[in-house]
């Protein structure tokens, strides 16, 4: 069965995840990757399964993901949909509360796979204004990675059992 990954990524994390996500089921499947920065509303009509990945930002997914899955909520909810976002919150239940919280309530329920993949702050990519509040918010002003491996490989198995 044919494969999307469709994803939103402002500064790389959340790319970096769904092209990593992508090789491990290309060993299995025909896989197709879509930025959203690159193709705003991608054809959802000749893929069995639709993967969507979004970064959180103060708890919100992208606007450009917002957008894409309004526009295209019916056709995703006749698809087999894997659903993932990438950010930094500590906490195991917020972590969860933000993944639910980012995509219409109907696609969280039919989702066979979701996770929350870890995520990062790249302050090389970011702004002034962005790293003051990342500093002030997180305590940091270096850059740090907490992409979660063995979450990724969790969604990974999932995605590979309905394969």
Known sequence: MKT???YASKYGTTEKVAVTIAEKLREKNEVELFSLKQKAN???SSYGIVILGTPIYAGKASKKMMTFFQKNEQALLRK???LFVCGMEPSRAKRQ???EDAYPDGLVKNAFASGFLGG???FER???IE????NKIAKTNTSVSRIDENAIEAFIKKL???L
Request: hydrophobic fraction near 60%.
């Open 4 to 6: 999307a990954i469709i």
């Open 42 to 44: 991608p054809d959802l």
């Open 80 to 82: 087999k949909t894997g």
């Open 97 to 99: 509360k933000e993944l």
């Open 120 to 122: 990062a702050f790249i």
């Open 126 to 128: 970011m702004n002034f």
């Open 131 to 134: 790293r003051i509040i990342i």
């Open 160 to 162: 590979l059992d309905v």
